[in-house]
């Protein structure tokens, strides 16, 4: 299998490349030039598998013959021996719908899934092919310690990573702060999370810098961490329906960047039997209007109590929009010079059509989020974190429904507090952080301080 850009600039690529480049180098993404079709036997077969296995099977057609199946296998298994629940991605009954939940990994979010591979994938590929990798992040909160548990003591990659201080979470400053490895650096900056932004991006303009650093982004449009996210819809689906492959269910996912939703439709154009996918928003509803209406059109960030989802530019939608317009990278171009130029994008009518069979769209407020924390509770006993609770609420009463949980509720205790007035206990991943020695170091939002600081570090 071979990876093409969405712009159609650049020649297609294997596997290994594709991890490697992230963005491709025209600014599209890297999408596979052709998906595996599974038959209801395979289907069939396949869903008595562990997630290990079932991980191997699926990712293998995608991979070719670029790694050996032994290889692949080890780090599979590697991957997920951090996970505490033995099935990985356990299905759990919560009264009339099934919660997937994908939060048993290191940093108790979802990203651990896939960053868990992709660190580990990351490595392999240096060792084997030689060289060096210095990733370089800014973050509100999430991204950042599920990033640095993915490659912390890795050979031959550091990670540097800048959070506003003073505004992210205690306990998500903690998570990234008490990693002491050598070759993690936490930077707290005096400023905003934009400054932080800010600062990366004019870093990774430097292309001078950026070679001689062998610099790399924590990029949430790496295509192995959409990989790593297809295998959990097989495995949900196996779970609810016995592997009986007459039998189609629906997922609700909580949504910002389109990663997570993108996986699933990429596992219902493999042959999933998928009924719909419920892509579900806080108030940052882009995606939402853009179902409705056929209308991209960017606006104002908004604060919500499901931080991971405040988003308005959504990195993987532009995978979609390649297989929406039948793959064709001209279109796509076309598509996302009217985003830059106009601030919206628009599509045909008979486009939006098929959005409309692909996805049923709901934007969930915080007062309703809070609600259906409590509704939850009352009902069954069960927390939902508010990411997962927009999700529960967006996916209302269908039946055979899978709601996606993107994050355990102890990473959110004071908005589960605020809705049942008790918080959820912690997973041993999330105890004892405030006791724990830090190392950070304090800079100043400016671009020399943070290069100066790279340099050194590099250099020692
Ligand atoms: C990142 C994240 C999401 C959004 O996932 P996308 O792949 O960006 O759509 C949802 N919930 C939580 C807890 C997250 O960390």
Sequence with gaps: MKYVSTRGGVPPVGFAEAVRMGLADDGGLLVPDALPQLSPDTLRDWSRLRFQDLALELMTPFVGDELSRSDLADLIERSYASFTAPEVTPVVEVGSRWVLELFHGPTAAFKDVALQFLGNLFEYLLVRDGGELNIVGATSGDTGSAAIAG?????????????PKGRVSPIQERQMTTVLDANVHNIALRGSFDDAQ?????????????????????????????????VYYFYAWARVTDGNPDRAISFSVPTGNFGDIFAGFLAKRMGLPVDRLILATNRNDILTRFVETGVYETGPVHATLSPAMDIQVASNFERYLYFLVGQDPDRVRCLFDALSRHGRLIVTEAEQARVKSDFAAMAVDDDATL??????????????????????????????????????????????HRAIGREAPPPASLRGLMERPIRSIELGADIDAVRDFLRETLER
């Design 198 to 230: 800010r600062l990366v991006k004019t870093l990774f303009r430097d292309l001078a810098l950026k070679r001689e650093c062998h610099l790399a982004a924590v990029n949430s449009i790496n295509w192995a961490r959409i990989l790593a996210q297809v």
């Design 371 to 416: 609600s259906q924390i409590r509704e939850t509770f009352t009902a069954s006993g069960y927390i939902l974190d508010p990411h997962t609770a927009i999700g529960v609420r967006a996916g209302g009463d269908r039946r055979d429904l899978v709601c996606l949980a993107t994050a355990h509720p102890a990473k959110f205790n004071e908005v589960v």
């Design 151 to 163: 490659v912390r003591g890795k050979d031959r990659i550091r990670i540097f990573v800048l959070f």
